[in-house]
C-alpha cells in the first residue's frame, strides 16, 4: 500500500533553514507528480510546492517563492523540501502528499519557527 513517511521538522529561529524528507512507498514513484502541503490549527490545509515526476517542473505558493525549494530522487524513492528564511509564519503540519487514483498523505511533520 502506499506509504509516504515524513521527517526532518522542528524548532527553528526565524531566518533559519530546515529541510523535510518524504520516504515514499507502495507505488511507482517516479510516475507520479508529489507535493508538499501544510496546515495549521484552525485553517486549511494549504498547497506549499509541487513537483512532476521527472522532477523538471515545480510550482511554489507565493508565500514561499524564492525561499523553498522542492526536489527529489527517483531512485531514492524520495521528495525533499529546503525551507530557507523561515519565519513564524512558516509554523505548520507539514505532510507529503501523491494523487494516485485519491488522495494519500504522510503522518505530517511538525515544524515551528520561534525564537
Known amino acids: 500500500q502506499v506509504q509516504l513517511v515524513e521527517s526532518g521538522g522542528g524548532l527553528v529561529q526565524p531566518g533559519g533553514s530546515l529541510r523535510l524528507s518524504c520516504l515514499a512507498s507502495g507505488f511507482g514513484f517516479s510516475s507520479y507528480a508529489m507535493s508538499w502541503y501544510r496546515q495549521v490549527p484552525g485553517k486549511e490545509r494549504e498547497l506549499v510546492a509541487r513537483?512532476?515526476?521527472?522532477?523538471?517542473?515545480?510550482t511554489y505558493a507565493d508565500s514561499v517563492k524564492g525561499r523553498f525549494t522542492i526536489s527529489r530522487d527517483n531512485y531514492k524513492n524520495t521528495v525533499w523540501l529546503q525551507m530557507n528564511s523561515l519565519n513564524p509564519e512558516d509554523t505548520a503540519v507539514y505532510y507529503c502528499?501523491?494523487?494516485?487514483?485519491?488522495?494519500?498523505w504522510g503522518q505530517g511533520t511538525q515544524v515551528t519557527v520561534s525564537s
Open positions: 502528499h501523491v494523487n494516485r487514483w485519491g488522495d494519500y
Open positions: 513537483i512532476s515526476n521527472g522532477g523538471g517542473t515545480t
